[in-house]
């Protein structure tokens, strides 16, 4: 049944003039980096109202950089699994547009992916909440908390926090891909939180094909997939490029 609906996935990636991956979080399991809302996540740790919004930041930094500490030392030592690498040779080949992507890890791209658009930002940057001026983390070391600027201005990842607007390019675009494909790929996440939770919607509304990959179902299965691959995105991902490249040489 499975490799039927890899076959027809495979089949429905080659028709469509234009496909568009959406990550979450699932994705970046396999490399070590534990989903945040599950149950050995992040939040089962940190309460994410008391140290994941922009609010709990700028009242005490010093706080929430002990937990972005904690989680830089797991995204530190992530490299991209087999799915990332999926969705790079996928774009290699001409079949995958773009990644919009909640991740803030930098796996896409360090699996060789260049059209990625990051919804919430990329935790290997670091804002001056006082001149604006990005820093890459590697040029900081996190010995006394927060990390500072040179202009002695508090850093923070230039990520999105509870409480932030989603960066308004990157928005955009992910709209725009979104309205434009002919297919969707939903890997690694249930698209509950908005406004990603919108972009499978934005899509099938302007008639591409939904196909989710994720190990359980979801809401979107019941409400706006067309069809669900169940299981290890490595697996299925790997399986279907696969399958793409042997229909190729057919």
């Known amino acids: 049944m499975e490799e039927d609906l890899i076959k027809k996935t495979a089949q429905a990636i080659r028709r469509s003039k234009k496909v568009v991956a959406l990550t979450g979080a699932g994705i970046s399991v396999e490399s070590g980096i534990p989903d945040f809302r599950g149950p050995s996540g992040l939040w089962?740790?940190?309460d994410p109202m008391e140290y994941a919004t922009i609010d709990a930041f700028i009242a005490n930094p010093q706080k929430v950089w002990a937990m972005l500490k904690e989680m830089g030392s797991l995204v530190e030592r992530a490299e991209p699994n087999p799915a990332h690498i999926a969705l790079a040779q996928l774009e290699?080949?001409?079949l995958l547009s773009s990644i919009v992507t909640q991740n803030i890890d930098n796996l896409h791209q360090a699996a060789g992916s260049k059209r990625v658009i990051e919804f919430h930002g990329n935790s290997s940057k670091l804002l001056c909440l006082s001149c604006g001026r990005l820093v890459d983390q590697k040029e900081i070391v996190l010995e006394s908390l927060p990390p500072r600027c040179s202009c002695s201005g508090v850093l923070k990842?230039?990520?999105v926090f509870f409480g932030e607007a989603i960066p308004w390019k990157a928005h955009l675009e992910a709209k725009e891909e979104a309205g434009?494909?002919?297919l969707m790929l939903v890997v690694g996440t249930s698209a509950v939180v908005a406004p990603a939770c919108d972009l499978p919607l934005i899509a099938k509304r302007a008639g591409a094909t939904i196909v989710e990959v994720n190990l359980e179902e979801t809401q979107l299965t019941q409400y706006i997939t067309h069809w669900i691959l169940k299981g290890s995105a490595s697996i299925l991902l790997?399986?279907?490029v696969k399958e793409i490249m042997s229909a190729g040489r057919g």
């Open 44 to 46: 089962e740790k940190f």
């Open 238 to 240: 790997q399986a279907l």
């Open 157 to 159: 990842p230039d990520v």
């Open 92 to 94: 290699k080949m001409g």
């Open 180 to 182: 434009s494909c002919e």
